[in-house]
Structure formats: C-alpha cells, structure tokens
C-alpha cells in the first residue's frame, strides 16, 4: 500500500509512538500475574501492540479528529451518486428519536406499555398508505431489496393459492441490479426486456413477452434513467389482463413524492426506501428501512403482525392473518428508523414532501442543462430526479468515466455513481437532491465543466488523477474483496 501513499497521508497512530508517553495511567496491578494469565486466554492478547504504541492523549485526539476529516459525507459536501438519494439528514429526525420513550422502550415489552411506539407505527401507515395510494402498508422490510423479496414472496403466495405461482418475473433492463437478485432469491427465472430508444419499456414488447408463466413485471419508477415510465397505466393493464402483478420500486420516490400515486398507476406493490426518499440516515451498511405498499388483492398476505387501532383508540399487534407470509423481520423492523422518517413527514407536511419532488427534478435538471454541451446526454427524454450523462465526448482522448469520477476528488466532490445503468455505456448517473442549495450545484457543475476541458487539453492529468487525495488508485475489486480493516503489523 505504500507506493499508493501521498504526501497527504497522515502517519498511523503507531507513527506517533515515543517511548514513555502517557495518554492515561492505569492503578498498578494489584493481583498476581498469575492470576491474569488465567483469567485472559493467551489468544486473546495483542502484546505486540501494547507494547509498541506510547501516545499521549493530544496525540491520540489529533490523530483520530484528522482520521474523520477524511470521511466523505452529505455534511461535508454534495454527494451526487446517482438513485442513491444522498441528502441532508435533519437534526430534527435524531432529537425526536432520542426521546425517552422510543429509545430506551424494549421491543419485548407487552403493548399495553408501548402504545405511543405503536401509536407510530400505526401513524407511520396511515401517511405512507396516502403517500402510495395503496390500502395497506407494511413496515417490516429493513432495505429497498428487502422490501423487494417481501413484496414478491406476497406475489408468489397469492398466486400459489389460485393454483399456480407461475415461473418468470420480467424485468427491464434499465431496472436497479437489486431486482434480478431479489427475484430470484424469491425462486422465480428472470426475462429480461429491452427498453426502447426513449429507454422506456416497450409496450409491444412487453405484451409478447406477458405469457400465462409471467407472475409480475418489477418495474424501477423512474427508471434508473431518470426517465417516469409515463406509459405506466398501460403496462399495469397489460398485465392485470394475463393475471400477473405490477411490482414497482419506489426506493426514489423523492422524484414524484406527493405529485402522483402509485396506486392510482395500477400499482399492486411498491417498496419505497426511508433511507432515500424521507431522508432517514443512509449509507455505512447501518439500518434502513423499506416499508411495502400493497393493492387490495395482496393484503391478506401481508407480513404478520400488523399494528391495529381498536374503538376506544389503543394499539395492538395483530397476528390473526392466516395467509400472511409470515414476519420478514424480528419485532417492528427498525423503529427508530421509523421514528425518524415521520418525523420528516410531519415537519415537511403534504406541501412540504411534494415541494421535495419539484425541487429534486429541477435540481437534477439544472445539472442536464448546465453540463449537456460538456458531456454526452445518451437518452433524450425529460429527466426527473437524476441524470445520466456518459464518456462518449471524452473516449476520443482516452478518458473514461472512471478517469472522470477520479478527477471530481481533487475539486473536493465525491463522484456520481459511475458505469450504472448498465445499458449506458460509460455512465456518470448524477442526482444532486433536493437539498442542495444552488451555490453548491454551481460549483459541481464548474468543476465538471472544467475536467471537460483537461480531458481535452491536459487528458495525462485526469488519467492520472487523483491527485491530492491519502491513497491514489486503488486495486477496487481487491479492496472491495480482502479489505483490510484494522491496523496489521505485517502489513
Ligand atoms: C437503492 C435502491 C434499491 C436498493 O435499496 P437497499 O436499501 O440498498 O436494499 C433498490 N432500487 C432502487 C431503484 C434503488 O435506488
């Protein structure tokens, strides 16, 4: 790893060692070595490192304070990776979340003792049914593609008890990769279906390929294009027609939040990410949450236990669904999660989330209006939420969208997701969000503006770049496979 080092690498904390530093003294050892051998298997043991690193407290604080100035992150900065709805997280959401009484509540405790958390849960539907459009609502999922594998394996139920729960889920090829995989961990083959020149789906092609097998069409709404499959009413007819569902992916609502409903699109299930769209933490593999929307026709198989308001007011937990698919995740999935996402809902208002929507697409817009004469605009129709740019102007000189994204790091912007979707070739797939202020939209687009022109006049520097980052390029598919994620002497 060395050779990859820069001048802007801060030295390990190991660096910092000097023998007799004291960051904290420890009382001397008032029982028998002996005593300690027994007590600490020797396996468990890093000698070599207490022995080696003397440090003090300053230099430990530096240390680690450099180290987190080094994290890239929506509060330091744009954050533009395209469907990955990178936006501010409002303090609001973690105050009320810290509450009292939703943090330290138990998911054990009977409901009689945690009706305000049920109370939530229950508020948490009733917005998201309206939000939908759809009659019910399941909280359960804890991610996009787990509300995808929820809301197939209801697919796959409801047609197993009308005889027969058909082979192939069809998929277009502009859908999110989560798709496929969630499919077919449902048991079901995947068709593929081409998208059209306006990278929409097809209406012909997607008729001839609905046969009496086909138990549901997962449609990414909008595409990851950008581009709302404004033929939406159609295909749910299509396969309505043929006793197949429509599954649409709704993990970026933010492009029509409060503007159209799904279910007023013939939608019959649609997963919506809280950790997009209503702005609840993302990313860091912590905890998500993708509650499932459901048409008439899948409630009874909705996962087990849903949360249900008697007469007099109060909250239950309601098991009696005989053709639920059963739980897709312990107790309530991830409640406080669920906690923050009201909170949005509630301090945004329906005004507020369609205000979301407008200023999401405008945003995206602005960037596909400023960078188009810089970079090749594959698909000419209208783009909501984000955009999808690509090399092509660029391939000439030998740089590509990986040469590109690179460069964005020493203009101090963390790049677009790159080389995705896959039906573009050289993809920059750009989504600013609603949150950005349009000073710092300009500023992305200059520095994209200006790496057009190096890649015309200077291409060696953006081939080469980054430049002023810790580590230069990285072996990504060895990082990715044997990271290294604490400091190894052998190393
Ligand atoms: C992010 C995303 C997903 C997957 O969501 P996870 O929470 O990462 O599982 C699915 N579909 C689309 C369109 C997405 O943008």
Redesign the pocket.
């Known amino acids: 790893m060395s050779e990859m080092k820069s001048a802007h690498t801060p030295p390990l904390i190991f660096e910092h060692s000097k023998t007799g530093r004291r960051g904290y003294k420890l009382p001397a050892l008032d029982v028998p070595e002996e005593a300690l051998d027994a007590m600490i298997p020797a396996a468990l043991r890093r000698e070599e490192i207490a022995n080696e690193v003397e440090v003090s407290e300053v230099d430990v604080i530096r240390h680690f304070t450099r180290l987190s100035k080094l994290n890239v992150s929506i509060d330091a900065g744009l954050y533009p990776l395209g ?3 990178m936006k501010h997280n409002p303090r609001i959401n973690e105050e009320i979340a810290r509450t009292p009484g939703f943090a330290h509540s138990h998911p054990l405790q009977p409901d009689h003792q945690v009706q305000g958390n049920l109370e939530l849960l229950w508020h948490l539907e009733q917005t998201l049914k309206e939000i939908f459009g759809m009659p019910r609502v399941s909280l359960q999922p804890v ?6 594998l929820t809301g197939i394996l209801m697919v796959h139920k409801a047609l197993a008890k009308s005889g027969n729960p058909r082979k192939y889920i069809l998929i277009p090829d502009s ?2 990769g ?2 496929p995989a969630s499919a077919a961990f449902a048991g079901y083959e995947i068709r593929e279906l081409k998208s059209n020149s306006r990278g929409t789906v097809e209406l012909s092609t997607l008729e001839a390929a609905v046969t009496e097998d086909v138990a549901a069409l997962m449609i ?1 709404v909008p595409n ?1 294009l950008g581009v709302f499959e404004s033929e939406i009413r159609s295909i749910a007819d299509i396969l309505h027609a043929k006793g197949a569902y429509l599954y649409c ?1 709704g ?2 609502l933010n492009a029509f939040v409060g503007i159209a409903r799904p279910g007023d699109m013939g939608v019959d299930c649609i ?1 919506s ?1 809280l ?2 769209t209503f702005s609840t933490p993302h990313g860091g593999g912590g905890p ?1 949450a ?1 509650p499932v929307g459901v048409s008439e026709r899948l409630v009874p198989y909705l996962p087990a236990p849903t949360v249900e308001r008697r007469e007099d007011g109060s909250f239950y937990l309601d098991y009696s669904h005989p053709d639920s698919i059963g739980r897709m995740r312990a107790f309530n999935g991830n409640f406080n999660v669920l906690v923050r996402a009201l909170t949005y809902m509630r301090s945004m208002g329906p005004d507020g989330l369609r205000r979301i929507a407008q200023l999401a697409v405008l945003n995206a817009n602005y960037i596909r209006a400023r960078l188009k004469s810089s970079y090749h605009l594959p698909y000419d129709a209208p783009s909501l939420h984000e955009v999808v740019f690509s090399d092509k102007n660029q391939t000439a000189k030998d740089v590509h969208t990986l040469d590109i994204a690179k460069r964005l790091m020493d203009y101090g912007f963390h790049p677009p997701t790159i080389y995705f979707p896959l039906i573009v070739s050289g993809a920059l797939m750009i989504e600013p969000t609603e949150s950005e202020p349009k000073e710092e939209l300009d500023a992305f687009c200059e520095a994209m503006i200006a790496i057009a022109r190096e890649c015309d006049e200077r291409p060696e520097l953006v081939r080469t770049a980054p430049h002023s980052t810790p580590v230069r390029r990285l072996d990504e598919a060895r990082a990715a496979r044997q990271p290294v994620l604490r400091w190894n002497p052998a190393i």
């Open positions: 469907s990955c709805t991610a996009g593609a787990h509300g995808e859908a999110h989560t798709n990414t990851t992916d993990a970026n997963h990410n950790h997009k998500g993708g």
